[in-house]
């Protein structure tokens, strides 16, 4: 296990060197992307319910499915949490998840930020300010913050690869692919267990269609059985790659095999349905395992967390030619998201994309201005919006925009448009 000692892990309340080392392997887990994480904390909390570190991760782990259903689950969790326990550390996270609780995700990423500048080397602080960032914005000042992070850390510190890899990804979202695809070998060169340094090579490749991780040795000894949904989102990346080579029927095969889930997580619905409808929009028939992802959109439909997941809602329910939704997530996403930080986002960029489907009314061009950046999501990810829009229009004007955004991108879906 890691030598946690030396990173700012003065927040865990562990009363033994037992509780202290099996939380800690709990956070490795979580850390990892371990699918066991959350029932060593359930364990943890059985074995010593005065215990309040592995409720907090249980919640932050709940909370990371971002489904309101399960929010009463946390919230009652966070009810247990004797605040007179806790030190100054811990009441940093307890601000942070009071935020999180209430679906304020601009509040959650200033509270983690401030923990941060207090505990520059609290690892927990930065992953979850790098995987809710990205839901606001993957910008310059997403890349910024990373590098300020980084600029704090050295080779001597432990997990310093995960720093590295999550910079890399950092850096390729601003189109700076020479520096992400270093960091992300740098990672990689340091130890081969992070696969979000993985997954930034991946993103890095997805331009640079040569490259494979399938021959990749290190890659391929990867034990998945190990891994959640993580697995299939790499899975999911690698996929991509067939698609831009236009080997559609290993994405078919890919999507049935490896990336399809009945589990109910947003990445699974959000990537099942990207890869499907890319395939719909070159005229492959994908009407039967479309329908097959229809339990999870009813799922998400109606709860207006992220317009990360909105979006890909859209245009799956667009592609059922579903005026029904369609209508009700207009509503919904003026309702939901008119009192939070996203309101400018979805006013300005997804109720206007939401009205052109629903209408032969003319979409503006300009709103592709930023690649829909404050909608959440990489860059590859927030294709489907601009493939979409593509799909349902023949705006000459629009097309040639989009190719310039893919230009500069250096995205190989150009040769979609």
Known sequence: MTDFEKLHIEWIDYSNDEDKVNFLNALNSYLFFKKDSIDQCELLIKKNPKF??????????????????????????????????????????????????????????????????NYSKDIMAIRLLHFNTIFIGTDSNFLKTHQEILSTWSKEDPLYNLILGMTSFAYEENNELLVAKDLAN??????????????????????DLSSDLDNNKDFASINWTNFGSIKRHIWWHQALMHFYKREFTICLEMFDNFIFSEDEFYLDFCNTSSLLLRLHYQGIDVEKRMIKLKPLAEHYSNQYLIPFIDY??????????????????????????????????????????????????????????????????????????????????????????????????????????
């Open 312 to 417: 890909h809602l859209v245009f799956f329910y667009k592609y059922f030619n579903d005026v029904k939704h369609l209508k009700q997530m207009e509503e919904g996403i003026l309702l939901n998201y008119k009192n939070t930080g996203f309101k400018a986002s979805t006013s300005k960029y997804l109720s206007p994309i939401i009205k052109s489907l629903r209408s032969t009314e003319i979409i503006n061009e300009e709103i592709f201005n930023n690649a829909f950046q404050s909608l959440g999501g990489s860059f590859a990810q927030r294709e489907i919006i601009m493939l979409g829009v593509l799909n349902y229009s023949d705006n000459s004007k629009l097309q040639n925009k989009i190719k310039n955004i893919f230009n500069t991108k250096k995205s190989t879906s150009i040769n979609y448009v």
């Open 186 to 207: 740098e990672s990689l060169e340091l130890s081969k267990k992070d696969l979000w340094s993985w997954h930034a090579l991946l993103h890095v490749q997805d331009n």
């Open 52 to 117: 309040n570190a592995p409720k907090l991760l249980k919640i932050v782990l709940i909370l990371l499915s971002r489904d309101k259903h399960k929010l009463s689950i946390a919230q009652n969790l966070f009810n247990k949490i004797n605040i007179d326990d806790v030190n100054d550390h811990f009441k940093k996270y307890l601000i942070t998840i009071s935020a999180w609780l209430k679906g304020d995700l601009h509040e959650v990423i200033k509270s983690l930020k401030n923990i941060i500048s």
